[in-house]
């Protein structure tokens, strides 16, 4: 689709959930606005995570907009976490019911994004040759959309079939009688395993950090429970939106250091049967602060793992957990554990027996080399930081963004960073992003930039910048916040060191979804504090 000439008012970069949300809300205004989009369609991580037993972990009446009424009333769930294929349906299904496909430029990627300081305006190039000029950006990429290639030796080498579970094929691959070698148990190893263990002849699953997944309890939505949700859709919404998780689940106050071991036991078991691993992790107000606390738990899921895998040794691999429940992003699965107890099912554990190399034939580990057709990469992401740098942002005097961030993320609010004017981050770092609902992160958000456009165009204010004081108390907020956890304790993509070379820092806001919200309007209602408008 070619571009008008001249200045766009907004730029907005992603057709996923994000970038749809901004382009329905940029096109009830009189702004003119172009979407980008690296891929054919819509969907943005929905899209291209298409792998087998992909799923959402949050229920599918929470994980979905509720900026429309009619939409939210006309959509029909199946099933309580919803598929790939289904959440993507709906994705598509938003862009034409609001006609937002015709906003969007497909199959561009976006390769340069420069601040012109005289114009006051940022200049956009893409790979198909557009160069478009833009008073506002908006960068909707989403924190888990760069694939993340592991470091291991010879994967070229390999002469069978590769895939990454973060860019799967649409021809689905056939596993039947093939000997299939899974590396990493995130959750999309841990969601992709059973699956592909239910047709291949052979699954070996190299394990380097064990994942803490709970049941997901997934099953068909009965209509009448669908029927009494929809009755109070915008009271549910107004609950999500003032809660920590930007969900309806709620949790305790009282310390477990000073429960009864039934009540522990009682409270422990019910979060194992809720299908929500956010009910473990507030059945008691200390278990993602206080180590003892949190062993409580490690115990009881320890125990669980024991009594589902028979094998003692494997269940003692899948348990090997060195770091505290919930530091790293839980899982939810369906039937993880029980998969290795399936005769055709094994299990390698890379912390004991490294992987050496990538062979044509299939992996070496120092202990020997095992055979395989196919090899399953579930090796996730370049996490929060790995798309925006990709885009070539330059902001005031050339800075690149990769520059003004070597040593983390600097931003205010998670939504703007200083020498980097009128540039929106949706659910980026030090935002709640991906440790709550990120639907209702992504409407926070979206709807917070619309109005401080609205308070631009009003004011005749052209430019709009965090200020660097603000900046950075907001990032050592972060900071304190979550060192005051369990959460940066772990190693991975949350505390930034899954890619070589990037600092450690902790990535998300841990300061709750609903009190996250109440700062930012704060901030709106009494003019922008911290912002440098001119
Ligand atoms: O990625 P991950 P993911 N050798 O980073 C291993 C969301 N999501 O795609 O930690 C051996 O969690 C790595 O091991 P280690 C959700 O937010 C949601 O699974 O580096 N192993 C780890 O085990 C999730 O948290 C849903 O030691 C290597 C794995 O690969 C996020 O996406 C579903 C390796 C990567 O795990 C990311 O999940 C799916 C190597 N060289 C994803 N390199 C739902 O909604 C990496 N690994 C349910």
Not at 29 to 52: C, H, K, L
Request: glycine share 8%; hydrophobic share 40%; charged share 20%.
């Amino acid at each position: 689709m070619p571009i008008d000439p001249g200045v766009l008012d907004v730029a907005v970069v992603g057709a996923g959930l994000g970038g749809l949300y901004a382009a329905y809300r940029l096109s009830a205004s009189s702004r003119r606005f172009r979407v980008f989009e690296s891929a054919p369609d819509v969907g943005g991580t929905w899209f291209y995570n298409r792998y087998p037993g992909a799923r959402c972990d949050v229920d599918s009446l929470q994980y979905s907009y509720s900026f429309s009424e009619d939409l939210q009333q006309e959509w029909v769930w199946s099933e309580r976490f919803a598929g790939q294929p289904e959440i993507l349906d709906y994705i598509r299904h938003v862009a034409s019911r609001f006609d937002l496909y015709r906003h969007i430029q497909f199959d561009t990627r976006v390769t340069s994004v420069e601040w012109d300081d005289r114009a006051a305006h940022w200049v956009i190039t893409t790979d198909q040759g557009d160069t478009v000029a833009a008073k506002w950006v908006i960068t909707a990429v989403g924190c888990l959309s760069t694939p993340k290639r592991p470091e291991i030796d010879g994967l070229e080498s390999f002469t069978g079939e590769s895939y990454y579970t973060n860019s799967w094929p649409h021809e689905e691959p056939d596993f039947v009688g093939k000997r299939v070698g899974v590396i990493g148990t995130g959750s999309s190893g841990i969601q992709s395993i059973p699956v592909i263990a239910g047709s291949a002849a052979e699954v070996t699953v190299y394990q380097r950090t064990p994942a803490y997944t709970m049941p997901a309890m997934n099953r068909p939505l009965e209509a009448a429970e669908v029927a009494a949700h929809k009755a109070h859709y915008p009271r549910h919404r107004a609950q999500e939106r003032t809660s920590r998780s930007g969900t309806l689940v709620t949790g305790h106050s009282d310390s477990i250091l000073a429960a009864s071991d039934d009540e522990i036991h009682r409270r422990f078991e019910e979060c194992w049967h809720a299908g929500s691993f956010g009910c473990a992790l507030v059945s008691f107000a200390d278990i993602i602060t206080d180590r003892e606390a949190n062993d409580r738990l490690v115990a009881f899921v320890r125990d669980k793992v024991h009594t589902i895998v028979a094998d003692k040794a494997v269940a003692s691999a899948l348990a090997s957990w060195e770091y505290p429940f919930g530091s790293r992003r839980v899982c939810l699965d369906t039937d993880y554990y029980a998969t290795f107890n399936r005769p055709h099912v094994h299990l390698v554990d890379v912390k004991k027996d490294p992987i050496a190399e990538v062979t044509p034939r299939g992996v070496r580990t120092r202990s020997g080399e095992r055979e395989h057709d196919v090899i399953v990469y579930a090796t996730g992401f370049d996490a929060f930081t790995g798309t925006l740098f990709r885009l070539g942002i330059r902001g005031r005097s050339g800075v690149r963004l990769e520059d003004a961030w070597a040593q983390g993320p600097r931003t205010y609010l998670g939504i703007q960073s200083s020498g980097f004017p009128n540039l929106f981050i949706v659910v980026g770092p030090q935002s709640p992003s991906l440790v709550v609902n990120v639907v209702r992160a992504i409407e926070q958000h979206v709807d917070w930039i619309m109005d401080a456009l609205d308070h631009a165009d009003a004011g005749g204010i052209t430019t709009m910048e965090a200020a660097p004081a603000a900046e950075t108390e907001w990032v050592s907020h972060v900071a304190d916040v979550g060192y005051a956890t369990l959460y940066p304790v772990a190693d991975s993509y949350m505390t930034n060191v899954n890619v070589p070379g990037k600092p450690r820092v902790f990535m998300p806001y841990l300061g709750g979804f609903g009190s996250y919200g109440d700062r930012i309007s704060r901030v709106a209602a009494d003019g922008y504090p911290g912002f440098v408008l001119s």
